[in-house]
């Protein structure tokens, strides 16, 4: 079982930065692939970024690509989300989620854990 608190979240104006921390129970958290997911109110769920067991590897949605920065510190259970040049589309509730496959998956159905979401709201 694992449990992931996350943190971060808030009010920031166009073109400025906010990082989500998500913080995960338990001792097997590097046996997990991280995730981070965006759901706006009446929309599915949207995959944001994703990284592997070890941190080396890294995808993200086109979308925020050269924006956002996922890592992860294994010693402290947490993966992040560095987020850039903020942008009002990017207004929404942030989730993170941990799945069981070593590379991770793009797809929020192949996630077996999930926070409990953290909204940021980018102002024009």
């Known amino acids: 079982q694992v449990q992931l608190v996350e943190s971060g979240g808030g009010l920031v104006q166009a073109g400025g930065s906010l990082r989500l921390s998500c913080a995960a129970s338990g001792r097997t958290f590097i046996r997990y692939a991280m995730g981070w997911f965006r759901q706006a109110a009446g929309k599915e769920r949207e995959f944001v970024a994703r990284?592997?067991?070890?941190?080396?590897?890294?995808y993200y949605a086109d979308s925020v690509k050269g924006r956002f920065t996922i890592s992860r510190d294994n010693a402290k259970n947490t993966v992040y989300l560095q987020m850039n040049n903020l942008k009002p589309e990017d207004t929404t509730v942030y989730y993170c989620a941990a799945g069981r496959s070593q590379y991770g998956s793009n797809l929020y159905k192949e996630y077996d854990y999930w926070g409990q979401g953290t909204q940021v709201t980018v102002s024009s």
């Open positions: 990284i592997s067991w070890t941190g080396g590897t890294t």
